[in-house]
């Protein structure tokens, strides 16, 4: 995924990084920054037969106020009081967006191009039989699993 990222913004940066931007919301070793300043995290999760890697980008607006949003909200959900989660201490000048980093207007439309030029000519259909009856019980799971953590 960082080397995906990379490829779909190499005409505007070559300065992304994958390292854990410490400060940073959703901290981990994947965090993507641009001279120390995070404005994307990857994650992933293992699933029976696979895994799932997913990305979450800022791309426009300004990631400090986001990240002051995010600490702010920590703080209103007692985060700080937690026994079941260690919550990071956000520092909100650890983030940007890309536009921020870049200084060129980024768009998701624009992002989404991006990401269809990578990965070149995918065929989309709707899911059929047993792949809907599969997502479906995913689906299931993961609202179960939310219902339970939530408590």
Do not use: H, W
């Not at 940066?13 to 994958?18: F, H, R, S």
């Not at 520092?91 to 060129?104: H, I």
């Not at 995918?122 to 339970?148: A, C, P, S, Y």
């Amino acid at each position: 995924m960082t080397a995906f990222v990379k490829d779909m913004y190499r005409d505007v940066t070559d300065g992304i990084e994958a390292f854990e931007v410490v400060g940073s919301y959703c901290p981990g070793d994947y965090d993507l920054s641009i001279g120390g300043r995070k404005f994307a995290g990857i994650s992933q999760r293992r699933v029976k037969k696979g895994v799932a890697v997913q990305i979450y980008i800022c791309l426009r607006g300004s990631g400090v106020e986001r990240a002051a949003v995010i600490r702010d909200f920590y703080a209103a959900g007692g985060a700080r009081d937690s026994e079941r989660f260690t919550y990071p201490e956000v520092v909100p000048d650890t983030m940007r967006s890309l536009t921020e980093l870049v200084g060129v207007e980024m768009t998701v439309e624009d992002s989404i191009q991006r990401v269809l030029k990578m990965l070149g000519d995918v065929v989309f259909e709707d899911l059929t039989g047993d792949e809907l009856l599969i997502f479906e019980k995913r689906m299931q799971q993961m609202i179960e699993r939310n219902q339970k953590a939530l408590k």
